[in-house]
């Protein structure tokens, strides 16, 4: 049996980040893991197509590449427009923390990737399929997750938990997130919401996220 070629594709809107595994990669967070050698063979563009039968070069029948920074500056999202489907990676999912803490992550830049996923789907009735949790979220989703972001950054809610400078934040529906206290009322206000001092995930950060 010949040897298995793996063939890496990663979005290129930060390829310095992307290739810093020693420092980004989740397995420094799990004891006993360790990333093998390998080689990126494509950097994806935004907008780029990744065809799917190479016989058919169409929008439709490919996955279109949509960076969307946030929960790392190198994460992507890919739309298939035929499966009515748009995989967001860990940008978004419901019932257990998004994580907006780690190395590279940014609430300014996961807001403007909403809107980005928002507008590529503005009139389809097409699922958020999830890295976690959820493989087929409503569309309804973007506005709810985007909503408690807001209201993180109004001061409008307050951590539940807390660790250091950072904080888990509830919408109390479905949706929750840990990031920086700096990014609330609670750190302006030197307040912490009564929250309890627990950690209960810790990611040291989560390089070549975007990739497939």
Partial sequence: MGECTKHYNLGNRDRRFTENVEINSLALA??????????????LADGDLIHLDPADESREGSLEVLHTPGHTTDSIALIDRTAKTVYVGD?????????LDCIGSSMSDCLMSLDRLKEATSGTDMKLSCGHVEAS??????????????AIRAGALQPTLVEDDHGEFTNGLRFSV?????EGAAARN????????KRPHTEVGSGGEGGV
């Fill in 30 to 43: 799990h004891s006993g893991c360790k990333i093998e050698p390998f080689t990126v063979t494509r950097w």
């Fill in 91 to 99: 940008t978004l999912y419901p019932f257990t923390a998004v994580h």
């Fill in 137 to 150: 979220l409503d569309l309804d989703a973007i506005d709810e997750f985007k909503a408690m972001l807001e």
């Fill in 178 to 182: 840990w990031a920086p206290l700096k």
């Fill in 190 to 197: 030197g307040c912490c919401g009564g929250g309890q001092k």
